[in-house]
């Protein structure tokens, strides 16, 4: 099971990286075979090194988590997360039964 949601946003960089723009550092960002396995405290910990020369500042859940999950490719996230990927069906059918 995914530890956070912000596990999905390493999937996918560019994304994260349209959203901090200059200063983000992608770099920081470690390449993890199994997302979904990676303890919170890494996420939280990679998230805060990554962004924390950007104009926006480090990574906020509050501030930043909404935008940044909005911004996200769908489809690389459901590639590597198989919970990415119950979500993301479980949506469209709901969408489709309202």
Do not use: C
């Not at 199994?34 to 939280?44: A, G, R, T, W």
Request: charged share 30%; no cysteine.
């Amino acid at each position: 099971m995914v530890q956070t949601m912000e596990s999905w946003f390493l999937d996918d960089r560019k994304a994260i990286a349209d959203y901090y723009g200059p200063g983000f550092r992608s770099n920081a960002i470690p390449p993890w075979p199994e997302i979904e396995l990676v303890p919170k405290s890494d996420v939280y910990d990679t998230l805060r090194r990554s962004t924390q020369d950007t104009r926006k500042g480090r990574y906020h859940k509050g501030r930043h988590s909404f935008e940044i999950l909005r911004r996200l490719d769908p489809e690389k996230v459901v590639n590597s997360s198989a919970h990415a990927e119950m979500f993301v069906n479980s949506l469209k059918e709901f969408s489709s039964s309202a």
